[in-house]
């Protein structure tokens, strides 16, 4: 499950920053996730109280931003959305698309507590 | 072998050579990662402060992949990540390909597996030095535990590498190793939907090698429709057909591989 190596990446994250700024642990977390970065939402839920037992994040509250995949046909220039990462144009059924956004893993901010 | 870098990350993971039983051992636990080191100051205060980040989860991984692909390149190593589902034919496609080509190159290769030695020792068994990564519970290898072997096995200049990835089609697509190809496996006893059902690994591996090719008269699976899918994730991917038992058309995958080598050094000259 590589979902609790994501996590674990993400306390490393917030260690290092907590770290940086002399705080005491972290109150709030913001993550970019998009629905097409090869996370399962259930998994990162289910890996998550573990991987981040006695850590900086332990008691933070979590927010997820989903975003969602979207694609732009190279043909017809037609925007789309998708929720794989291989979907053809709606219009013209061409597989030939230019990728727009959805693949974003990321920590946003982090709110500190002193 | 480098000096930037840290040696001493730990993991759940475990890195044993062939040949040897000594084990570096560190279990996994969750969260063990990283003792709470942060300053704890007095006077518990209530302020808060919003720090915007915007940072890449992966971007150790991916920091840690670069290192590697320096050391690769300063070495002139060529390092092929071969990925697949479990049973496809990578460790029968090495130990064919080691023991055709292992007196014209030298070779090295890193195993991973959740857990055995198996697959070290069938490379072992060949003569090449082979080292075993054990994830434990990971699914993925990843580019730190690359960093470790490296250390470890210490190869020689222009010398090739290949890692055995953990079987397993969905992980390891997101974990960049500093390799210069990763080669997707699939087999024709799996379904030609293969790439349909897994498109980031074949989006991001430039070959495809479509395995047990001798079984192709016993099974429906067709392998136009598979290329076919496989190109809709990535129109330029490359395939080749083989049978790494009988040893059909292995010599298209080591025409592909004299290529590589021939880049390789045609950059050595040019830096
Ligand atoms: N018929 C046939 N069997 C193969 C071929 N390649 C591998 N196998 C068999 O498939 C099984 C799994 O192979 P292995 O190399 O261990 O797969 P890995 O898990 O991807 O490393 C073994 O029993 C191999 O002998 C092939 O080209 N043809
Ligand atoms: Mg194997
Ligand atoms: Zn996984
Ligand atoms: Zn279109
Ligand atoms: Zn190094
Ligand atoms: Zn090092």
Redesign the pocket.
């Known amino acids: 499950m590589h979902e609790l190596s994501i996590v674990m990446s993400i306390v490393d994250l917030a260690e290092e920053q907590v770290k940086k700024h002399q705080a005491r642990e972290v109150d709030r977390i913001e993550l970019d996730i998009g629905t097409l970065a090869g996370i399962e939402f259930d998994a990162l839920d289910f890996a998550w109280d573990a991987g981040v037992k006695h850590s900086v994040l332990a008691s933070a509250e979590r927010q997820i931003n989903r975003i969602e995949g979207k694609m732009r046909c190279m043909k017809c220039g037609r925007e789309f959305t998708v929720t794989e990462p291989f979907q053809p144009c709606p219009d013209c059924n061409d597989y030939l698309n230019e990728f727009i956004q959805g693949k974003e893993l990321r920590v946003k901010s982090l709110t500190m507590k002193f | 072998m480098c000096s930037t870098c840290g040696c001493d990350q730990p993991g759940g993971v475990t890195i044993t050579r062939a040949g040897e039983d000594q084990v570096q051992f560190s279990p996994l636990t969750p969260g063990s990662g990283s003792p709470l080191a942060y300053p704890h100051q007095h006077g518990h205060s209530h302020d808060t402060r919003v720090i915007e980040m915007e940072m890449d989860i992966l971007g150790k991984n991916d920091a840690r992949a670069r290192h590697n692909r320096d050391h690769f390149r300063k070495q002139g190593i060529l390092a092929f990540n071969?990925v697949?589902?479990?049973?496809?034919?990578?460790?029968?496609?090495?130990?064919r390909t080691l023991n055709d080509l292992k007196n014209d190159h030298r070779f090295y290769v890193i195993e991973g597996d959740q857990q055995t030695m198996n697959?070290a020792n069938?490379i072992a068994a060949t003569g090449v030095e082979a080292i075993q990564i054990n994830t434990g519970k990971g699914c993925h290898l990843d580019a730190d535990m690359i960093h470790r072997a490296l250390h470890n096995l210490s190869p020689a200049n222009d010398s090739i590498l290949f890692i055995?990835n953990v079987?397993n089609l969905v992980c390891p697509a997101l974990f960049d190793l500093g390799e210069n190809a990763r080669v997707a496996?699939i087999?024709v006893?799996e379904g030609d939907d293969k790439p349909l059902k897994y498109p980031d690994m074949f989006a991001s591996s430039q070959l495809c090698i479509i395995?047990?090719?001798?079984?192709l008269p016993y099974v429906n699976f067709k392998v136009e429709r598979a290329k076919e899918y496989a190109r809709r994730a990535n129109p330029s991917i490359q395939f080749l057909e083989?049978?790494?038992?009988?040893g059909?058309g292995m010599s298209s995958w080591y025409q592909w591989l004299e290529k590589r080598i021939a880049e390789r050094k045609q950059e050595a000259v040019l830096v």
């Not at chain 2, 697949?84 to 130990?95: D, H, M, Y």
């Not at chain 2, 395995?211 to 079984?215: E, R, S």
């Not at chain 2, 083989?242 to 009988?246: D, E, F, N």
């Open positions: 071969l697949s589902s479990p049973g496809s034919g990578k460790t029968a496609l090495l130990e697959d069938r055995e079987g496996i087999s006893t395995n047990k090719i001798d079984l083989l049978s790494a038992t009988t059909l």
